[in-house]
């Protein structure tokens, strides 16, 4: 059986964009083809989104403990409901700066 690497896209590599390299190669998950094998698309489940805007909240709100307790407590809910509009708990990687700026009510944010 093959070893599975993930592939960031080129787009995305080499400093190109380290916010979405980074919410591929850490957090989302690689849709698969029929056949077992990847496929390119990167999907977002509402549990690693929940850490993957925990760790943004943190390092660019500087929310930390019952803070940022509170705040996702109050805003990460509505505002995964607003991304996943299929309500499939999934949504898509390329959404993530959007859906990072909306949660930190900031759409200047800095990724």
Request: proline residues 5%; aromatic residues 10%; glycine residues 6%.
């Amino acid at each position: 059986m093959p070893v599975y690497e993930r592939v960031v896209p080129a787009k995305f590599a080499d400093g190109g964009d380290p916010f979405m390299a980074s919410m591929i190669q850490n957090y989302a998950l690689e849709a698969k083809n029929e056949d077992g094998t990847p496929n390119g698309k990167f999907l977002m489940t509402e549990a690693i989104t929940k850490h993957a805007a925990a760790e943004v909240l943190k390092t660019h709100k500087k929310l930390e403990g019952k803070d940022l307790e509170e705040y996702m407590s109050q805003y990460f809910a509505r505002t995964w409901q607003h991304f996943d509009v299929t309500h499939d708990g999934l949504v898509g990687v390329d959404v993530m700066p959007q859906f990072m700026r909306f949660l930190a009510s900031d759409q200047a944010l800095e990724l």
